[in-house]
């Protein structure tokens, strides 16, 4: 997947979201090119978001490559699982219309319109060499978004 290519599954109601899943004998790469490219799960409501699994040899995120799974709502954040049995590899960092991509798995709860958030979810990497390097990450993060909003 290159420049702002993805691979979404979304839900933006009560029903929860789609799962993704990727098997690949050899690699996979998710490579922004300095903008992003993104495989990603997300609810924007009380739906929990889906899960995303990968099984590769080699997983290379490069230049704003992401693998996410996020919430903006009520509803969890799914989980990251990968499977790389030979090396996970996370680089670099994207730019779109100002706003930063970094290269990485990201698990990520983030408030918008509602004061009770989802859980951020999780990830879970299974490999024989993990690589995180020039502003790539790791993260699993909840943030509090238009903390003036009113209950």
Avoid: H, Y
């Avoid at 290379?60 to 990251?80: A, K, M, P």
């Avoid at 509602?114 to 060499?129: C, P, Q």
């Amino acid at each position: 997947m290159i420049d702002r290519a993805s691979i979404r599954a979304l839900t933006d109601g009560k029903g929860a979201g789609g799962n993704i899943t990727v098997d690949a004998s050899e690699s996979v790469e998710i490579n922004g090119r300095g903008v992003f490219a993104q495989l990603t799960t997300q609810t924007f409501f009380e739906g929990d978001a889906g899960t995303i699994a990968v099984r590769t040899g080699k997983l290379v995120l490069r230049d704003g490559g992401q693998i996410t799974s996020s919430t903006l709502g009520r509803g969890n954040g799914g989980t990251v699982t990968v499977n790389a049995s030979q090396s996970v590899e996370a680089s670099g960092r994207g730019e779109f219309k100002g706003e930063v991509f970094r290269s990485g798995l990201l698990a990520q709860s983030a408030g918008s319109l509602f004061r009770v958030l989802g859980k951020e979810g999780n990830i879970s990497v299974n490999t024989g060499r993990l690589v995180v390097r020039d502003g790539a990450t790791l993260s699993v993060s909840s943030i509090e978004r238009n903390q003036d909003v009113p209950s």
